[in-house]
């Protein structure tokens, strides 16, 4: 079965840190871009970050500088590493397989 589970979301005080951690099926992570994206209240689903199967990475502007993601291939997972969390980060983080998958998402939420 095709599986793609988030975990790692939670509340964190501006400026703080979490790590989201994306456990995939090895046939939707092996060769595939790997993606994380989130949505806010009442925003719509936006991109923050990619990873390619060789591991080029692209980021939004909004995290640059901020967020980290990476790829295990050992344990077919796929990271998001947020630091310097800001309120406007707070969003529904989902993570995404290019070979057309969804995660069921994790809450993200900076808050004072």
């Known amino acids: 079965q095709v599986q793609l589970a988030e975990s790692g979301g939670g509340l964190v005080q501006p400026g703080g840190s979490l790590r989201l951690s994306c456990a995939a099926s090895r046939s939707i992570f092996r060769l595939n871009t790997m993606g994380w994206f989130r949505q806010g209240p009442g925003q719509q689903r936006e991109w923050v970050a990619l990873?390619?199967?060789?591991?080029?990475?692209n980021y939004a502007d909004s995290v640059k500088g901020r967020f980290t993601i990476s790829r295990d291939s050992a344990k077919n997972t796929v990271y998001l590493q947020m630091n310097s969390l800001k309120p406007e980060d707070t969003a529904v983080y989902y993570c995404?397989?290019?070979?057309?998958?969804w995660g069921q998402g994790t809450q993200v939420t900076v808050s004072s």
């Open positions: 995404h397989s290019f070979a057309g998958y």
């Open positions: 990873i390619s199967s060789g591991g080029t990475t």
